[in-house]
């Protein structure tokens, strides 16, 4: 942690800031101290440069609210990236190409602050602001859900900060809304549609007839398009689709509905509580044991989590197909040198989100020893387009048209109780889904990225 | 997408039914402590976590059985603790000093659960003979093909109107509950008339939260146990009570059910669905001034 | 010379404020703040010194402000966002309108009073929050937010860092100085009688019917102020800034701080977001619980909120 009172020249303002700010009108942006004094070729932009002899990462975690679980395990992953940083371990061994020494980022020690974003967008702006303006974070990372890691990275955008997405699965965060200072490590609602609907189809039959229960908000919506265009794609028919509000925790007055019509797939564009309660549901209702059309009435749920299928319980799981980034069981070097590590440290495995923030901690480190600098514009091209290995998804590579990491996936299956030996296995693998399966023309979605700089 | 087929429109009536009898069972309690005593309770989705989190802990330990005898009575002492540990020091304080402190007590039993339990939800196992589902097309032959229902919301449709039923017996049919009838019209009268109404109120605090119990036991495997669902319940519950009026036991059933039915024939449209209950309350407040069945000057 | 000096004994508590407010940046980091917060802090204390106006003088619980800090905000971001990047067309268009939305609100719900008012106030802006999630999600970005604006600017400054503090504090002592003028008014005096008894006031020939819909007004100014100002000080609308945590945050602000007193709710906006986001993070995860605790503690131990600490505080040391 930074102690803010022995560095007070650094944080908060100057008192030349102050009078000029007081006469108002005769001034213009805030301008920081050390913008005229350090001059290198790079000028100042957001905390960079870095003083004294530790660097300073922001985590921006739910530490209140419905996903405080999942902010916990990010957590514990953004320490342990940053302990391999300053002290070797882990993928450090695995990462390769890597320039990462296990002494600190470019000769400085790693350190932290950590903040609640509350699942609030609003709340997690202010919270990333102290982290930005008082704590001097060069990189914020963290985050649980869409709408909270867009909201931040627009205003790390805005202030010159690198953003490191944790959970999100919207494809605005790399699509729509996505921005020069926002990098996301996790696979998209996209990805999703592509690597499951075929896995479907295998698994049901390509005659099928899907009914669609979406939570109404840009993820669901986005998932849910995904999942009709390509379950579509493989010959189903789509028998409706009903927005449910985000709010809502009683799901039988739609599943009243899907009963009623001629669909024998439920499609659940479901995360988090939404998830567990409409699947808990569909199984009261007796759906999972339902016949339709001459055939058995399937639950799909597109994003699967640990903590999600250890809610809803394994018996309602129970051979359900969905995706997931990661899981710990993978058996490649760079997901067993961070397994080890975390079930050393704390003695159960890693989740998906922990995977994905603790490689995203490693990447934004790694290149800036890259760039051999904190400048955000050099540390940005090197993450851009970056090739790698050995954190856990295969071949992966930053694509730099959309800061989208393109990379493996798994097809996802809750296990029955039976063969479930621990709390940590609710789900299996059924498949690995390779890069070129996942991957996609990034032009299909709007959105810009912006300037190198900051306006 | 609206389906106005007699199947369709037989689940959307059992739907609104089931979803209104959790409000009722809530708002039960909540307009019980409000008509009596006077306080705004924000603490009682609280009490209904506490609930559903001592019933699955409870059921799972011991089974099912336990449960439904135990919690209840744990909820009704909880109650009376609560009553004479805080609640009433509160009696003459302003609406808002009542609305801060028992949200903060919201807050701090929420906290605590989440510490034990975990912000994630803990799944409530239905027990053996609750699961399954009823085949409706075989009670009502008017049904075509094949209608069925959750045997688990079933029964606890059956719960609220035994729950109900109890509540108006207590009131109506015995001595306690014609004063406590007669405290919740005028409570000053009553102690000019030598009543001592403070031991009375408590154990109406306790009534509440037991009442609190019993839908924690039924409601939390249709509800799910996890921290956020108290809050979940505070809005819509106080709408409850409001649109049935202060301090009205029938007010507070009939708006339950009312506010069910409301949200089951909405769902296809979300763009309804999402303001339906406000939409409901803005009328039924305007054109009735103290809810359906409200009485005067109570809380205005 | 007389004049001057009284001008000064009268407007003791605002002269004090606005040197607190304006030396902000310098005493604010020593305690851990940071220049985002002192901005958001001074933007809700005009929010809750209008809220006061209506909760603590006419005794109008009010859970529904969300509604009018919300569709100023939305105005406001969508000004930004589409006509242009100027702050004034975009607060003035932002507080026009969603005072105007007021009016109707408070002719409506103000036929009702104690808690029916706080629930129709309730419903109104909770019907607002769904619309912005649902219906008018093209408008408003649903859950993810309005994004993508302009960068806000007076004239040709950018409205950034500490240009939008002072603009913030600036307003905030104006608006704390209307609110000490509109006490010390006719309408207070109207206000506080409301407040005591209305049906009292009614036989003596007044309308007090014009008075609470005038208060409502005003403290819904205050409001869709503070609400266009979040957004010149953030180019964000989220859409919490509708519902009903906001509404049951102003109360808590309100409350903590000591309502009737116009100082006390912005102490108590200043503790909570000072709680929130500077001792949360030292507290760590479990932060909330002890939220709730000092809640708990505040109304038991100090009935009438940190004011009533001061002034108890003033006592003993007169005594001396």
Known sequence: MTDVKSDKTASGWSRRDVLKGASVGAVGAATPMFFTKNAWAEE??????????????????????????????????????????????????????????????????????????????????????????????????????????????????????????????????????????????????????????????????????????????????????????????????????????????????????????????????????????????????????????????????????????????????????????????????????????????YGFPPSQAAHTCYVQTLLYANACEMAGTFYPPAVIKALEDFEFTGAGNGSTLYRGADHQCIKSMLVMQGNSPSARTSDFDYLKVVQEVDRETANYDPSIFPGELGPYKPA | MFDLSINAFFMQLLTGLQIGSIYVLIALGLTLIFGTLGVVNFAHGALYLVAIYLAVSISDAFGFGLALVLVPAILFVLGLAMERGLIQYFYNRPHTDQILVTFGLAIVIQELLKWIFGANNVPFAIPQWGNGIIMMHEWFPFLEGFVVYPKWRMILVVVSIVTVAAVFALLHLTTFGLVIRAGMRDPEMLKFLGVNINRRFMIVFGLGAMIAGIAGVFGGPVTQVSPEVGMHLLVPSFLVVVIGGMGSLGGAVLAGILIGMAQSFTAHDINLSTIIVYLITVIVLLVRPRGLLGAKGVFE | MNTQQSFFERNRAV????????????????????????????????????????????????????????????????????????????????????????????????KRTGIYFSILTLAFAEMFHAMAMAMLQEWTGGENGLTGMMTPMLGSIKMQGAVVFYFSAIIAIVMFYLAKRIERSPVGLMMRAIKCNQTRLEYTGINARKYKLLTFIISAFYAAIAGALMVVYEPFVGHEFLGWHQSGEFVLMSVIGGVGTLVGPMLGAGFMLY??????????????????????????????????????????????
């Open chain 3, 275 to 320: 709680f929130e986001n500077v001792l949360s993070a030292d507290i760590g995860e479990h932060w909330l619980l002890f939220l709730g605790i000092i809640f708990m503690a505040v109304v038991i131990f100090m009935p009438g909120g940190f004011m009533e600490a001061i002034s108890r505080l003033q006592a003993r040391f007169n005594n001396k």
């Open chain 1, 44 to 345: 100042a932009i957001g905390n960079y440069p870095v003083k004294g002899s530790e660097v300073v990462f922001g985590f921006n975690v739910p530490q209140t609210g419905a996903y405080a679980d999942e902010g916990a395990d990010e957590l514990r992953a953004y320490k342990l990236a940053v302990k391999h940083l300053n002290g070797g371990g882990g993928m450090l061994d695995t990462l390769k190409p890597s320039k990462l020494t296990g002494n600190g980022v470019l000769g400085k020690k790693v350190t932290y602050v950590t903040g609640d974003t509350q699942t609030n967008a609003d709340a997690s702006r202010t919270s990333a602001r102290r982290m930005i303006e008082r704590d001097k974070v060069i990189m914020v990372t963290g985050g649980s859900s869409s709408g909270i890691a867009i909201a931040q990275q627009y205003l790390c955008h805005e202030l010159g900060i690198i953003f490191m997405c944790g959970l999100t699965h919207s494809n605005d965060t790399t699509g729509k809304d996505k921005r020069r200072y926002g990098f996301r490590h996790f696979f998209n609602a996209h990805m999703t549609g592509k690597a499951l609907a075929p896995v479907l189809s295998n698994e049901y039959g390509s005659d099928r007839r899907a009914f669609h229960l979406t939570a109404d908000y840009n993820w669901g919506h986005t998932q849910q398009q995904s999942m009709q265009q390509f379950t579509e794609a493989e010959g189903w028919s789509t028998a409706g689709n009903i927005l449910t509000p985000l709010k809502t925790t009683d799901f039988s007055q739609y599943l009243a509905q899907v009963m009623n019509s001629d669909a024998d797939v439920l499609v659940l564009n479901h995360y988090g509580a939404n998830m567990v309660n409409s699947l808990t549901n569909a199984v009261n209702f007796g759906m999972r044991d339902m016949q339709k059309n001459g055939k058995n009435l399937e639950i799909v749920v597109p994003l699967y989590s640990r903590l999600m299928a250890a809610g809803a319980g394994s018996a309602n799981i129970d051979g359900v197909l969905g995706t997931s980034g990661w899981n710990w069981s993978l058996q490649d070097d760079g997901s067993k040198a961070f397994v080890d590590s975390f079930v050393a440290e």
């Open chain 3, 15 to 110: 002269i004090i404020f606005a040197i607190i407010a304006l030396l902000m940046p310098l005493w604010f980091p020593l305690i851990g703040g940071y220049q985002g917060l002192d901005t958001k802090i001074m933007i809700m204390c005009i929010l809750v010194v209008g809220f006061d106006l209506l909760l603590g003088y006419t005794g109008y619980l009010s859970f529904g402000h969300a509604a009018f800090f919300g569709i100023a905000a939305y105005t406001t971001g969508i000004m930004l966002k589409d006509f242009s990047g100027q702050v004034i067309p975009a607060i003035v268009v932002a507080v026009v309108l969603s005072t105007l939305v007021s009016v109707v609100i408070g002719l409506l719900t103000l």
